[in-house]
């Protein structure tokens, strides 16, 4: 049947297509029923004839078409380009839903089965993300995770030099002695040669708590939880403990027959370690001067820490040995000896229960981490230089340890894989004392001490609160001052 003539002026045309691009079949009103017969079973030598169109759509834009599978053809000149870069781009035009739909690029063309409902609706995932962006769309479901994975976090950035530095007259260079600790309540004690004296972290106040006289000395400080008392050990093998608020003496307990040089609160009791190589522990309960002696090191007791649960006691010697104990025996349940050298480095981790960090001295200069629970050694690690001091942060996961021979330096370790956040350096002589500051307005703080006569003061971990405003005076005041 040969095809009229086409009339171009009964047509609205868009601008992008000639009137040769279209061509319109007319057909008399007066069909036959034959033609309708041959319309109807039409046979392989009528492909070529033209089919009518009763519609025309000109704008693709507003018909919804990622809510369809469409079967995404590809286009040959595509071929070898960035496959993610495509799905991204779909996605970011037509949504997710024609991204999910869309089949494999390595799929031919033309071959799906003819089964397949090529316009199949698709629900409508409200609940889905809206963004091609989210994880869904960009994760492990659509294959993109390893094109488009996210940039690696960047490493935190640590000052490299002391906040504050405060000068330490005649404070002593000694790997057995403990001189500075921080109260609950945000004061710094430090020992001074026969003195004690208390440095307000809010204001910068310095107050002499006592002096010894000349035949005594300070070998050890160590505040209550609470942060009201002080207990001081001295060389003659006392133990006193100190009203911090009034600046008043309440007790001295004897029973060591040499210096005391490490003590350890927990809730209730004071453990106290000593030259004479004996741990007493002492009740401010009971008229006694102590409830129970712990035997079991056979040189000089210089590191004492309660767990954090008041159930287990870690002792360090400068037998090289490890002791843990608890509080319904006299006995050590555990006796852990691979170091090589004076363990004066203890740490209970805060974080995992029955995790125990120890250091060695100059021969061993290692930090080994131990389950209590079952005497196994977890991790060990060579930090190249005598390990002084171990303290875990409250906030994160992470230990610090300062070194003496012969780098002198202090480290903050992630914990568990051991990688070393930071390093600092600054002191001239081994970083020999070393405490946390208490939870509350400067819980991202620690101080260090060592035989130069300085305390210094590091802001290295993120605190979890938010920051407290800069003042002119107490711990935010840059620069040197002294401490008496």
């Known amino acids: 049947m040969e095809s009229p003539e086409i009339k171009k002026q009964g047509l609205n045309l868009p601008a992008a297509m000639s009137g040769a691009s279209l061509r319109l079949d007319t057909f008399s009103l007066s069909l036959s029923a034959r033609s309708i017969s041959n319309l109807s079973s039409s046979s392989p030598s009528s492909s070529k004839s033209s089919t009518c169109s009763d519609r025309f759509i000109p704008c693709r834009s507003t018909s919804r078409l990622h809510a369809f599978g469409l079967i995404d053809k590809p286009s040959p000149s595509k071929e070898g380009g960035n496959d993610a870069y495509s799905r991204l781009l779909k996605s970011e035009l037509f949504g997710s839903d024609f991204v999910s739909s869309s089949p494999s690029s390595s799929s031919p063309a033309g071959q799906s089965s003819p089964t397949k409902n090529i316009l199949r609706f698709r629900t409508d995932h409200s609940g889905g993300p809206s963004s091609p962006y989210s994880p869904s769309i960009l994760g492990h479901d659509h294959g993109l995770s390893n094109e488009t994975s996210t940039p690696p976090k960047p490493p935190r950035k640590v000052p490299k030099t002391p906040h504050k530095v405060l ?4 404070l002593q260079d000694d790997f057995y002695l403990n001189l500075v600790d921080w109260s609950s309540q945000n004061v710094l004690a430090v020992g001074l040669g026969t003195c004690v004296y208390l440095w307000s972290a809010s204001n910068s106040k310095v107050t002499k708590l006592c002096d010894l006289g000349p035949q005594d000395g300070v070998c050890s400080l160590q505040w209550t939880k609470e942060g009201s008392y002080i207990s001081i050990g001295t060389c003659l093998g006392q133990v006193q403990i100190w009203d911090g608020t009034r600046c008043k003496r309440v007790r001295t307990m004897g029973g060591h027959q040499t210096r005391t040089g490490v003590l350890a609160w927990n809730s209730r009791i004071l453990a106290s370690g000593s030259r004479d190589r004996n741990i007493l522990q002492h009740d401010m309960r009971v008229s006694n001067d102590y409830i129970s002696q712990l035997v079991g090191h056979k040189s000089e007791v210089c590191g004492l820490k309660w767990s954090s649960d008041d159930r287990e006691l870690a002792s360090g010697g400068n037998d090289n040995q490890l002791l843990v104990w608890n509080h319904h025996s006299q006995q050590p349940i555990l006796r852990l000896t691979e ?5 004066k480095a203890i740490a209970w981790s805060p974080h995992q229960s029955n995790l125990l960090a120890s250091g060695g001295g100059t021969a061993d200069r290692c930090i080994r981490f131990w389950n209590t629970s079952n005497g196994h050694q977890l991790n060990c690690i060579d930090s190249g230089s005598q390990v002084c001091n171990l303290a875990w942060s409250k906030n994160v996961n992470e230990l610090v340890s300062t070194h003496g021979y ?3 330096q202090i480290m903050v370790w992630k914990y568990p894989s ?3 956040v930071a390093t600092l350096t600054g002191h001239s002589m081994r970083v020999l004392y070393l405490a946390m ?3 509350g307005q400067f819980d991202f703080f620690f101080v260090t001490g ?4 300085t305390l210094r003061f590091w802001n290295v971990f993120p605190s979890v609160k938010a920051p407290a405003p800069v003042k002119d ?10 401490i008496r």
């Open 339 to 343: 170091h090589t050298a004076a363990v």
């Open 167 to 170: 000068d330490a007259p005649s």
């Open 406 to 408: 012969s780098q002198n």
């Open 473 to 482: 005076s107490g711990l935010w005041s840059l620069g040197r001052t002294q």
């Open 437 to 439: 500051s208490p939870d």
């Open 418 to 420: 051991l990688a070393k």
């Open 450 to 453: 060592a035989g130069d006569e």
